[in-house]
């Protein structure tokens, strides 16, 4: 009989109760044991068999849990992380994996020495658009890339009298941690690591409390990559620019599996992650344009990856390497705002 993982989930907010649980629900490898939450009335109602415990020490006692998904607030990550892992429990932690690269190579470290699984939840890396952009840049579709932008978008003006952790100035606070860890780990998947990093972090939405705006240029010698994002735009439609020396790819939209997550759709559907055609991308190359149907978005195989992992010891899809490369791009747009420099990768 195959084993099956049990699992211990700690925050259920929109990471854990709209990502997560619903694909280790469907998942018969993964038995979804137990949730550390103050919202214990949310737990029961999506499965009252799931075990609630207020607080993630008495998630990390139980011993019958093999590997913990941390889906707390920013700063409480390699906190929880840490306790995890030194009371025997593989990890997933939400982005950000850490706030700085020295935190995540700490948390990495101990990992290590515990012989234990620490890793990045990466999901966007199996987003519609992604895995279409990886397609045809593998198929040279666009013969040599020249020039990658890639934006996420939201509308979110700040809330009044908002309470929400989001909102509050603090560490790991702002835009640059929430969204950005997903475009730059994409830039970092397709293109590796960049030889320079200059950025602009800033406020932008009134009244807000903590930054709301990047735009990062990683330098490579061969193209040009620009990633962006704004709480203050009302149309998502400009999401990737991708201009080569045989053509062009413009895509926009967002990946549907958030929005179908979020209305309790699972994703056991056979028509799951399948983007309508307006969402679909254009290819321009010399006199012809065409509509490129998108790949279907589907963040199950980090999930089976996981089980592989645990199980069978293969490679984690999110690797040390890429935490540690990731966190040390975050630092380094931090300080090249700050000091109005463009920053060299390598330390």
């Known amino acids: 009989m195959a084993k099956i993982i049990n699992v211990g989930l700690v925050g259920f907010g929109l990471s854990g109760r709209y990502f997560h649980t619903p694909f280790l629900s469907v998942n018969p ?3 979804l044991k137990k949730v550390a939450s103050s919202r214990p009335e949310a737990v029961h109602q999506f499965d009252t068999s799931i075990e609630w415990v207020a607080t993630p020490d008495e998630l990390f006692a139980d011993e019958s849990i093999d590997l913990v998904f941390i889906c707390s607030p ?17 990890v997933v932690v939400e982005k950000p994996f850490a706030l700085s690269e020295s935190e995540a190579i700490s948390l990495l470290e101990l990992a290590h020495k515990q012989g234990l699984l620490a890793t990045a939840y990466q999901n ?8 279409t952009i990886k397609r045809l840049l593998a198929e040279g579709a666009l013969g040599t890339l020249i020039e990658y932008e890639g934006r996420y978008d939201r509308y979110s003006p700040v809330p009044p009298n908002s309470q929400s952790w989001k909102e509050l100035p603090g560490a790991g606070r702002g835009n640059l941690y929430n969204l950005g860890p997903h475009l730059l780990d994409q830039a970092l998947q ?13 406020s932008i939405r009134p009244n807000s409390q903590v930054t709301d705006y990047f735009e990062v240029k990683l330098g490579y010698a061969d193209k040009i990559v620009r990633l962006e994002s704004s709480l203050m735009v009302y149309q998502n439609q400009l999401r990737y620019s991708l201009h080569g020396t045989e053509g062009s790819f413009l895509k926009g939209g967002l990946d549907v599996q958030e929005e179908r997550l979020r209305v309790n759709q699972l994703p056991d559907q056979a028509s799951w992650g399948e983007e309508p055609e307006d969402r679909w991308g254009t290819l321009y190359r010399d006199d012809q344009t065409n509509v490129v149907r998108s790949e279907p978005g589907n963040y199950t195989p980090f999930y089976n990856n996981l089980y592989d992992v645990l199980v069978n010891s293969a490679e984690p899809a999110v690797t ?10 975050i630092d380094l747009a931090q300080e090249s705002y700050r000091t109005q420099r463009t920053l060299s990768f390598q330390s």
């Open 29 to 31: 490898r993964f038995h």
């Open 74 to 90: 920013n700063e409480t990550h390699a906190d929880y992380a840490r306790k995890a892992l030194k009371q025997g429990k593989n």
């Open 124 to 131: 966007r890396r199996w987003d519609s658009d992604f895995l």
């Open 190 to 202: 397709l293109f590796g690591k960049p030889d320079t990093v200059q950025a602009t972090v800033r």
């Open 320 to 329: 040390p390497i890429d935490i540690q490369q990731l966190a040390r791009v």
